[in-house]
């Protein structure tokens, strides 16, 4: 009888319990709005591809949530010599790939260079430096050598473009690397891609060397999934109904709804550098005169723009990088010209563009109007219309042709537009401008053509300078000369902000090239 | 000779149909009361559309972002855009270049289909090869046909009309050339050819007059999907660009906003909505109309 009662209790507690083991934690579901084209780091400038890559591999250093400071990763310290021209690494001894294998100074090596190596033909090799050498001093010393000092190499160093990889597992794969697998040292590992639906990722078992940014260094969730909402509205259901946990892409009419939603904690990085402009192509006809484009740069009310388009979650800008970007400088942005339709006319009166019978003005037989090429995405039509709009007051006409993000960078890579409009993720004053405005950088991503030897030398001034100092002269010298030129038009500074759900714990936004997660430490489910 | 050419009109049917069938036909559409009341419509939009520039409150391109999204009656009788333009304005511009859309993709598809499918049925040689082309087209879906002319010339209103006068194409031309065979199987096409009538006049003087009423009845019906498939071609970004007002475009703008302006994408869907349907309810009140047996 004894023995009966306990088999049946035994036999109840099965069943009470076979629930309980088969029902695993739910993954921790990431939305977003854009899928990337692969997941290799040095093959992808996505920052769709950036934000997986940021948890799937490892960098040597990484950058605190004030986006200026650099901390240990996989290096615990490194040294630079005196000329500035060789960077020494020391490598922590605990790290592993996904797969088991121990890393080592060689894996660090092949990752650096394939990065550079003309064969991969990197879009981002150039992030690089000037590099001279890169070798393995013993198992746990890289010694990374450039032919001219490179000021702005921690930084890219903390991008995912410099992400470490394992060998084996990118001569295994070939082109398919990041498409169908990837092994690397991050705190979660590939699992499975489904291309415009979902990423899998699971958790990194040996993985305990997490940056000292976050409070634990060990990855707490087992499974991550990235899902592709393109839609707003079903983004934003998503959320509210706890469909998902966790979106740094909340439309922005909805941000403040979220706050109100009751279990969404909605979190804005302050520190956040994502800026939109306007480009020019000075060589094309109406926007190679100066007096066009900085006419246009006064008719545009950019306070209107962050406030209508943003629904006030994103900051005007007032010049031409981020005052919150390192090597920022006040005096250039004293000189970006101030809104002003009616000075933006008189100047046009005063340099011969009279307005024209259908009130677009004209100058030599030549109307004023160009053409502007930009991304079809949740902002694009919005901004580039009351852009319009603003420029037809004053008598200059912006015809618009926005473009499907799957032919866009194709058609920003031609010399059919007059101008563009994109946005871009930076972190050094150094990064944005050479970037965007050394002649080596045209046709893409100089899309401008500015072509100006000033302007090179100053550039090459700020990224090889071994003294802080020099390199925020020179840095604020180039800042001064292009906004005097008026090549871009500046306009606003995205805003991040990171809604999670009440299942999740430890949420921090970061933001590094868009990446609101980083590594993704910290987090963890309540359920 | 002269007497063969003067005995050619008496003899010829359409002329019963062009003298004795059109006041019949309003009145027999007049006496279907949804018929009616799709006609009413119909030239309710059309007549909004002409006017738009004199009867629109406000200027359809002037915004003004201090205002935008406004609920109805909060500005303006329908509120604001999310430029802050007026959405009455704009649904009445809107209206003419949704309707221009539609007007010239009909044109252009269904007078090269209709040319396709009089000549497939009128020179049984060429009929193989014609048809032949007309099922190729038709195996193109619109949009994705769409898709592919704008990664080539570019988005905007010239490559959804191409876009949606393609697929117009082989539609005519299969109702057109099954309407031919049965005219030209008719004893006094026989007729006009012996009486030495050329290709040309017996093709316009009595084929195209005989084969009217399934023309007008696929003009009218098609006009509705045309309206439909252009405004979605604008909805997912391919047809009219910024600032160019065009329904399926402002439904598009105006989704972004479903939970908190919904009037921005309601209104012109539900403009849209009226358009197809009173333009599918025309159709076949004029099948009706034109059918003889549902007419007695």
């Not at chain 1, 279990?263 to 066009?292: A, M, R, S």
């Not at chain 2, 003419?96 to 009089?118: D, K, Y």
């Amino acid at each position: 009888m004894k023995l009966a009662t306990t088999a049946l209790a035994a036999g109840i507690s099965a069943l009470c319990l076979a629930p309980a083991a088969a029902q695993t934690r739910a993954p921790l579901s990431i939305l977003r709005v854009i899928d990337a084209d692969r997941y290799d780091p040095v093959r992808s400038t996505a920052t769709s591809a950036a934000e997986v890559i940021f948890m799937l591999a490892d960098t040597l250093v990484s950058l605190d949530f004030d986006m200026k400071t650099i901390k240990p990763l996989l290096a615990t310290s490194w040294t630079v010599s005196p000329d500035g021209r060789t960077y020494t690494f020391d490598l922590r001894r605990d790290v592993k790939f996904c797969d088991g294998r121990p890393m080592t100074a060689e894996d660090v090596v092949y990752s650096f260079k394939r990065w550079i190596d003309p064969a991969t033909r990197s879009p981002v090799a150039a992030r690089a430096g000037f590099v001279k050498d890169i070798r393995a001093a013993d198992d746990h010393t890289v010694v990374y050598e450039l032919k001219e000092p490179s000021s702005d190499l921690l930084y890219q160093l903390t991008l995912s473009f410099a992400s470490v990889v394992d060998k084996a597992a990118v001569e295994a794969l070939g082109q398919n690397f990041g498409v169908q697998g990837f092994n690397a040292t991050g705190p979660y590992c590939w699992a499975s891609w489904t291309p415009r639906q979902e990423l899998v990722m699971k958790r990194n078992p040996h993985y305990t060397w997490g940056p000292p940014i976050y409070r634990n260094p060990a990855p707490q969730i087992d499974q991550i999934v990235w899902k592709i909402v393109p839609e707003a509205n079903t983004m934003m259901a998503a959320m509210q109904t706890r469909q998902a946990d966790v979106t740094y892409y909340p439309p922005h009419i909805a941000i403040d709804t979220m706050k109100r939603v009751p279990g969404l904690n909605v979190q804005q990085q302050k520190n956040y550098i994502y800026d939109v402009f306007v480009g020019f192509k000075v060589n094309k006809p109406v926007v190679e005169d100066g007096t066009i484009r900085r006419a246009a740069n006064m008719a545009v009310n950019k306070d209107a723009i962050a406030k209508a388009v943003y629904f006030g979650n994103g900051t005007p800008m007032h010049a031409l990088l981020s005052p919150t970007v390192i090597d920022y400088d006040a005096k250039a942005a004293s000189l970006m010209p101030a809104f002003d339709p009616a000075g933006a006319a008189r100047l046009l009166d005063a340099e011969g563009w009279k307005p024209g019978p259908d009130g677009v003005r004209v100058k030599d037989g030549r109307r004023a109007s160009f053409t502007l090429y930009g991304i079809r995405n949740d902002t694009g039509p919005r901004i580039t219309e009351a852009m319009q709009a603003d420029l037809r007051k004053v008598g200059i006409d912006m015809q618009i042709q926005l473009w499907d993000a799957t032919v866009a960078w194709g058609k920003l890579a031609t010399q059919e537009f007059d101008a563009f409009i994109l946005s871009y993720p930076y972190v050094t004053a150094t990064e944005a401008l050479n970037l965007y405005f050394k002649s080596t950088q045209a046709p893409t991503p100089n899309r401008m053509n500015w072509k100006d030897a000033k302007t090179d030398a100053l550039l090459d001034a700020a990224s090889t300078a071994n003294d802080p100092a020099a390199r925020t002269e020179a840095n604020a010298e180039a800042q001064r000369l292009l906004t005097q030129a008026n090549v871009w038009i500046p306009l606003v500074t995205q805003q991040m902000w990171l809604v999670s759900g009440d299942r999740v714990e430890g949420a921090r936004p970061h933001g590094l090239y868009g990446a609101g997660l980083y590594k993704g430490l910290d987090l963890s489910l309540k359920r | 000779m002269s007497e063969t050419i003067a005995l050619t009109p008496e003899a010829a049917p359409h002329a019963d149909f062009a003298v004795a069938r059109r006041p019949s036909l309003l009145r027999a559409l007049l006496r279907d009361p949804l018929g009616a009341a799709a006609l009413a419509v119909v030239l309710l939009v059309v007549l909004a559309a002409l006017l738009a520039p004199w009867i629109a409150p406000g200027d359809p391109y002037g915004g003004d972002l201090a205002n935008t999204l406004k609920a109805p009656g909060e500005a303006g009788l329908l509120g604001t855009d999310g430029q802050g333009r007026d959405m009455i304005t704009r649904l009445l511009f809107g209206l003419r270049t949704t309707l221009g859309m539609g007007i010239s993709a009909v044109v252009i598809g269904c007078g090269l289909g209709g040319l396709a499918g009089f000549a497939a049925a009128y020179y049984p040689a060429a009929s193989g090869v014609v048809m032949r082309l007309m099922d190729v087209l038709l195996s193109f879906p619109a949009i994705l046909f769409g898709l592919a002319l704008t990664a080539i010339v570019g988005p905007g209103l010239r490559a959804v009309v191409i876009a949606l006068s393609v697929a117009t194409v082989p539609l005519m031309a299969r109702v057109v050339r099954g309407a031919a065979l049965v005219v030209l199987r008719q004893d006094y096409i026989e007729g006009a050819r012996a009486l030495g009538m050329s290709d040309a006049r017996i093709l316009t003087r009595y084929v195209l007059l005989n084969c009217l009423s399934p023309i007008f009845v696929f003009v009218t019906l098609r006009f509705g999907q045309v309206i439909l498939l252009g405004a979605t071609l604008s909805f997912i970004g391919l047809g009219a660009q910024p600032p160019t007002p065009e329904l399926g475009a402002m439904a598009a703008d105006g989704r972004n906003f479903l939970f908190f302006a919904p009037h921005v994408a309601v209104l012109p869907s539900l403009v849209i909505f009226v358009i197809v349907l009173a333009f599918n309810v025309l159709g076949d009140s004029l099948r009706d109309a034109l059918d003889p047996r549902l007419r007695r």
